[in-house]
């Protein structure tokens, strides 16, 4: 069974960085999609970042120009470089991967942005 396991998040203060890494017990190619989502307390599931097999990548429009999602395949590894993070941001961060039909998700790790 596929394992995926989140980690980077951190308390951060407003304007700070962080990246986060996505590690696939799998190996990853460019014909998985990798997604990046995030929850905050009482508020729905929010997809934030995705990149697919053919590359292109595609940001919710909160995060544009702030926050980039690449992948290395060397690795087995997705990531999202989060800059200029605003307290908005804080959320539970989820990494998605598909293989073929089926989805598989971390368990999240907690970005908190203080201000």
């Known amino acids: 069974q596929v394992q995926l396991l989140e980690s980077g998040g951190d308390l951060v203060q407003a304007g700070g960085s962080l990246r986060l890494s996505c590690a696939a017990s799998?190996?990853?190619?460019?014909?998985?999609?990798m997604a990046w989502y995030r929850q905050a307390p009482g508020q729905e599931r929010e997809l934030v970042a995705s990149?697919?097999?053919?590359?292109?990548?595609n940001y919710v429009d909160s995060v544009k120009g702030r926050f980039t999602i690449s992948r290395d395949v060397r690795k087995n590894t997705g990531y999202l470089q989060m800059n200029d993070l605003k307290p908005e941001d804080t959320a539970v961060y989820y990494c998605?991967?598909?293989?073929?039909?089926?989805?598989?998700w971390g368990n999240g790790t907690l970005v908190t942005v203080s201000s």
């Open positions: 990149i697919t097999p053919g590359g292109t990548s």
């Open positions: 799998r190996r990853i190619s460019v014909a998985n999609t």
């Open positions: 998605k991967v598909a293989w073929g039909q089926v989805n598989y």
